[in-house]
């Protein structure tokens, strides 16, 4: 079966800090992964999707970028963070096959930045 | 460009009652798949269902139920019996079949009082 990971699970940086959260897929190959970002209260936005190694699609343009440097690795990251980039990141995988086509959750990282 | 309404923000009921959450749509796409997801507490977004456009055939899965009705571009979710480990988040999605990008709605919380 395939499981999703991601780390940290809660992360409390001062504002102009770097950043790194890891999302790892196990039990598929050659995924699709996305990054969404749930800011307090409110719904998700798409941040990256990537369908292969070094490949990112940005959605929106921000303080984030996104690199895939394995096939089942997708890591967000940001130069200085902006108290504005606090919220809760989830990765996904997109499930393909045997009559699927659903994006399955991580766990989130839940992140604040002071 | 693809639009997902959930005019309910908050429902609260108690326990055993049903529940019906609504979910309206906007897309110019013929071919499409529409979502919900459960967001419980602790933040991992859980997979409920995904329904084609083409088929408009309602489905049931234990307390849950779905009801697709493409006339009004609807897709609403009921709980029978509501259980307080119901209490969530749920979130509706849509995404055309050529594309790779959710549109989620803003979400319900429900909440089930025991």
């Known amino acids: 079966s395939q499981t999703i990971h991601q780390w940290p699970a809660t992360l409390v940086q001062p504002v102009g800090s770097p950043l790194s959260l890891e999302c790892t897929v196990e039990?598929?190959?050659?995924?699709?992964l996305y990054w969404y970002r749930q800011a307090a209260g409110r719904g998700l936005q798409l941040l990256f999707y990537s369908v292969g190694i070094g490949q990112i699609s940005s959605e929106v343009p921000q303080n984030l970028s996104a690199s895939r440097p394995q096939d089942r690795q997708f890591i967000l990251s940001s130069k200085k963070l902006l108290l504005s980039d606090s919220g809760f990141y989830l990765c996904a995988w997109r499930s393909l096959g045997q009559g699927r086509d659903e994006q399955y959750f991580g766990p989130g990282t839940r992140l604040t930045v002071t | 460009a693809q639009k997902v309404t959930q005019a309910q923000t908050e429902i609260s009921v108690v326990e055993k009652e049903d529940v019906t959450l609504d979910c309206v749509y906007e897309t110019r796409d013929t071919t499409y798949y529409l979502f919900w997801y459960k967001q419980p507490p602790s933040g991992e977004l859980v997979f409920l269902i995904r329904?084609?456009?083409?088929?408009?055939q309602n489905e049931i899965s234990g307390r849950y139920s779905w009801n697709f009705q493409k006339s009004t571009s609807s897709f609403n979710f009921t709980i029978t019996a509501s259980q307080v480990v119901d209490s969530a988040v749920y979130f509706c999605a849509l995404r055309a079949s050529s594309d790779y990008k959710l549109s989620f709605g803003a979400g319900t919380t429900v909440t089930v009082r025991a």
């Open positions: 329904r084609n456009s083409f088929d408009e």
């Open positions: 039990g598929t190959s050659n995924p699709n």
